[in-house]
């Protein structure tokens, strides 16, 4: 009797440590490693035109992901260029007269994703502590973007919520759930889309950006430094075929496990994986640039640049709101494939 005791004991102890682990570990793939294609064709350029520039976002290689570039299409000679601010890499070209009826660009990548893990909130507690002081980079992630304000309603909001939460990790997850239980996944009516904090916190509803977007401006007002990604996700049973949109999610930085991921629109659209997506991000996703309110280099003449994912273009000095087709798609590669081309 004792020895079925001793090993039941044993069993259950065993349990609660796989289930630990199963909570923290990435889930999905572990690595990724695909051929993403990016195209777009720039039609309908004004007969008057005198100049036609370009920039397209490059992904970049960095801790999650590394990036070859397989090939560079264009009609133009193009060159690469980073951004000043947060170091996102572009693909820059200008276009002058004659004009094709299709200017089409093409970009052609081979990238390895890995999936990771900062572990859960159970895990991430043992970080509650003051945050550092703030170094010239956090204090980048502080600010307020245009549409990401950190003031009025979003100062007292975040207040609210984090009221009696101790270290920075409790105060995220409390905002990680508040935008988990209040906003709804719904793409229905105008409005959605744009990343607008205060909208996204009157309408309750929105897209990833919406989503990313309120959690951002309300961990800044709470004295966290947080940063907006984006990219392009990955179907996680598919192997090869186009991707509709971008997809966008957030960090927050927290002094001992640095930049901590969350993905609180997916966690939405999937509830079982709520815990998994604070603290750990999948590999089926492909990043392709860091921040808002983006100058891009060279230095556009028209604002700055809500979010960089799709191509931004002028003529003559203007934003072009002609028609400019998107197509974008990707296809697995196979182990004894992966390892073919430089890194550009």
């Known amino acids: 009797m004792r020895r079925n005791s001793v090993a039941m004991v044993c069993l259950i102890a065993w349990f609660l440590l796989w289930s630990q682990a199963a909570r923290s570990a990435p889930q999905g793939h572990e690595s990724r490693t695909f051929d993403f294609t990016y195209e777009v064709s720039l039609n309908s350029i004004p007969r008057n035109a005198r ?3 370009i920039w397209l976002p490059l992904a970049s290689s960095d801790t999650h992901q590394t990036v070859q570039i397989l090939n560079i299409s264009a009609p133009v000679p193009t060159r690469i260029t980073r951004g000043t ?55 980048e992630y502080l600010k307020p973007d245009r549409l990401v304000p950190t003031k009025g309603i979003i100062a007292r909001l975040a207040n609210g919520v984090t009221r009696g939460k101790q270290g920075e990790i409790d105060k995220a997850y409390a905002l990680y759930n508040y935008v988990f239980r209040n906003m709804r996944y719904d793409k229905s009516g105008t409005g959605w889309g744009r990343g607008d904090a205060l909208w996204a916190c009157d309408a309750r509803h929105g897209n990833c950006t919406d989503f990313h977007s309120l959690f951002i401006a309300l961990a800044r007002a709470a004295k966290i430094p947080a940063r907006f990604d ?44 709520h815990d998994f997506f604070f603290g750990s991000r999948d590999a089926d996703r492909v990043e392709f640039s860091t921040g808002r309110d983006l100058v891009l280099t060279p230095r556009q003449a028209g604002p700055p640049v809500n979010y960089f994912v799709y191509p931004y273009v002028e003529v003559d000095g203007k934003p072009f709101d002609g028609a400019i087709e998107k197509h974008f798609s990707f296809r697995d590669v196979r182990p004894h494939q992966a390892a073919t081309a430089g890194v550009r």
């Not at 970009?107 to 550092?132: F, H, M």
């Not at 996680?236 to 509709?244: L, Q, R, T, V, Y």
Request: aromatic share 14%; glycine share 8%; charged share 25%.
């Open 230 to 273: 984006i990219g392009f996700p990955l179907p996680e049973n598919s192997h090869a075929g186009a991707i509709p949109g971008y997809h966008c999610w957030a960090e927050f930085y927290v002094d001992g496990p640095g930049w901590v991921p969350v993905d609180i629109s997916e966690a939405w659209l999937n509830p079982s994986k």
């Open 51 to 53: 100049q036609v520039r």
């Open 85 to 139: 601010r947060f170091g996102n890499r572009m693909l820059y070209a200008e276009m002058r007269p004659p004009f094709m009826t299709k200017n089409e660009f093409k970009i052609v990548y081979r990238v390895t994703r890995k999936a990771y893990s900062e572990g859960d909130y159970r895990s991430l507690v043992k970080y509650n502590q003051d945050p550092p002081p703030d170094t010239v980079m956090l204090g």
